[in-house]
Structure formats: C-alpha cells, structure tokens
T-cell receptor, first 113, second 116 residues
Framework: AQKVTQAQTEISVVEKEDVTLDCVYE???????LFWYKQPPSGELVFLIR????DEQNEISGRYSWNFQKSTSSFNFTITASQVVDSAVYFC??????????WGAGTKLIIKP | SAVISQKPSRDICQRGTSLTIQCQVD?????MFWYRQQPGQSLTLIAT?????????ESGFVIDKFPISRPNLTFSTLTVSNMSPEDSSIYLC?????????????FGPGTRLTVL
C-alpha cells in the first residue's frame, strides 16, 4: 500500500531558528515521485519540489533544503533561518505509476517573531 | 508551470442550494483534478476530469452530488449540489503539467465554501 506519514502535527519555533519537517513514505514501486507543497493561510497550494526515486541527491534552494534517503524511506524538509513568512501548512505527497497523489496529513509550522 | 484561476474565491451558501466552481488554466492540459479540503485536514481527491470523457470519481463521491464538466483542454467546472453544512470546505482545482519529462500537479487558489 502507498502511504505518507507526517508525524509532526504542529511545530512552533522562534524566527531565525532552523526547523526540519519530517516525511516518511511507503511504496512497493521502484519508480515513484515525492513532492512538498506549502499552503499559507490564504489557502493556495504552492509546489516547492519534486524528487524522483532514482535521484537521491539532496537539494538546496536558498533557505530551503531537502534530504531524500531511500534507505529510511524519508524525504525531510529543512528551513534554515526561518522567517515569519514561512508560517504555513506543509504537505508531503507521493506519486507512483498511478497519476494520483497520496498526501500526508500536513505539518502546521508556526514561526514566532 | 501552469497558471490556474478559480471562481468564486469564496462563497457563503444556504443549505439545499448548489454552487458551481469554475477552473481556468492558461495552457492546454489533459488531466484536471478536483479536491476537497475540510477544515484542518489534508486533501481528498473528488474526481479526475479528462477532456472528452466522463469524470472518474473516487470512493465516497458521486456524480449526482458533484457533477463535473470538462468542455475543453483549459476549463472545468465542479458543482456542489444540494449543499449541507458538511460540504463546507476548500475546493481546489489542479492540473498535471509536464516539466522535464515528469508530471507535477499545480493548484488553483481554491474556493472557500461555507454552507449555513
């Protein structure tokens, strides 16, 4: 069965702290894709990153970085020097041969000034 | 990426009425999706809408309650029929957009529906 687990329901940190959002997935497929989306209070879902199962390279984009480890079936997301504008709900999602996305429950991130 | 717009952005409706949500994309796409997101919850897929064919509904969703139209490759509508307070949710339209050989789903801004 395909499954995505985001065990952290809510995280609260003070601005400028680093924070890591965890994502653990389950799939029997050898080819799959992992995604992170951000949903700010406005409600729109913003695509952040896509990672293919055959590409385990970590990715850095500004203050954002992603750590993909197939050995632990994890695709964690780190925000360095967090800012208030990072406050949002973050979703991890899995896609395999089917076109559908399997969504995690989401992690609500609160950045306090 | 694809640019997606939805109308209305929000609405407050009375029980028993229907609301039609429109989704417009700035490029031609094959697959469009409609999701529901209940307050504080993750996303739930309602149906997949391909142009030229009937929408495919997920378990728990039926055409009589959520009729969908897909008249062309850039437009779709979702109707929420005979609404009840339990239908109060954010409704999101998304499309598959191919980039670098892989499809990624991009989302519209959503429609916030409150049913009284």
């Amino acid at each position: 069965a395909q499954k995505v687990t985001q065990a952290q329901t809510e995280i609260s940190v003070v601005e400028k702290e680093d924070v890591t959002l965890d994502c653990v997935y389950e799939t029997r497929d050898t080819t799959y894709y992992l995604f992170w989306y951000k949903q700010p209070p406005s409600g729109e879902l913003v695509f952040l990153i896509r990672r293919n199962s055959f590409d385990e390279q970590n990715e850095i984009s500004g203050r954002y970085s992603w750590n993909f480890q197939k050995s632990t079936s994890s695709f964690n997301f780190t925000i360095t020097a967090s800012q208030v504008v990072d406050s949002a709900v973050y979703f991890c999602a899995l896609r395999w041969s089917n076109y559908q996305l399997i969504w995690g429950a989401g992690t609500k991130l609160i950045i306090k000034p | 990426s694809a640019v997606i717009s939805q109308k209305p952005s929000r609405d407050i409706c009375q029980r028993g009425t229907s609301l039609t949500i429109q989704c417009q994309v700035d490029s031609q796409v094959t697959m469009m999706f409609w999701y529901r997101q209940q307050p504080g919850q993750s996303l739930t897929l309602i149906a997949t809408a391909n142009q030229g064919s009937e929408a495919t509904y997920e378990s728990g969703f039926v055409i009589d309650k959520f009729p969908i139209s897909r008249p062309n490759l850039t437009f779709s509508t979702l109707t929420v029929s005979n609404m009840s307070p339990e239908d109060s949710s954010i409704y999101l339209c998304s499309v598959d957009y191919r980039s670098l050989g892989t499809d990624t789903q991009y989302f519209g801004p959503g429609t916030r529906l409150t049913v009284l």
